[in-house]
């Protein structure tokens, strides 16, 4: 007799979510080796997917009720292709929950997504040492940009640019 199926359900993120997402987010953190630049805090959370200046979306990912995992979406404009797209800025499953094909599921829903609202790209960015995400990315038919390089400016650098200082 082989062992029940575990019960996956991947679902939008809603209001009273944002302490789980919160906790979800701080363990990506953790796993990316950058907890110390994580400020997420649950009313930031709140405010950034529920508010009424809403910024992004998210999924919720459950196995048998425990919160396995999480993605964080948003919408972006492309220059070149004059459309519309969608950034996935974070993907996260728990150690435990890994395997049970969580991440396939959430890049098949946001695939639908780009479909339904007529986004020709779906896009998102991996650390480069994170070869598990690479490799199962290249799996579902992604491709390494290698070209292209992120840019970021904070703190003071860019208080400095604020200010003309630069």
């Known amino acids: 007799m082989s062992a029940a199926e575990p019960s996956l359900v991947i679902r939008p993120a809603v209001p009273g979510d ?62 070149f292709r004059a459309a519309k797209g969608i950034h996935l800025h974070d993907l996260y499953v728990r150690p435990a929950y ?33 070869e598990l995400a690479l490799s199962r990315y290249r799996k579902l038919g992604a491709e390494v940009l290698d070209e292209w390089r992120i840019m970021g400016i904070e703190g003071e650098p860019l208080a400095a640019l604020a200010r003309g200082d630069s």
Request: hydrophobic share 45%.
């Open 98 to 130: 890994r395997r049970l094909g969580i991440g396939t599921r959430v890049m098949r829903m946001l695939a639908q997504i780009c479909l339904e609202r007529g986004c020709p790209r779906l896009e998102w960015i991996v650390l480069e040492w994170n």
């Open 18 to 79: 944002e302490h789980a997402l919160c906790e979800l987010v701080r363990e990506l953190a953790e796993y990316e080796k950058l907890l110390d630049k994580c400020r997420a805090t649950p009313e930031s959370l709140r405010a950034a997917h529920f508010g009424d200046d809403a910024m992004c979306s998210a999924f919720i990912a459950e196995v048998d009720g425990a919160l396995a995992g999480m993605a964080i979406y948003h919408d972006y404009y492309s220059t």
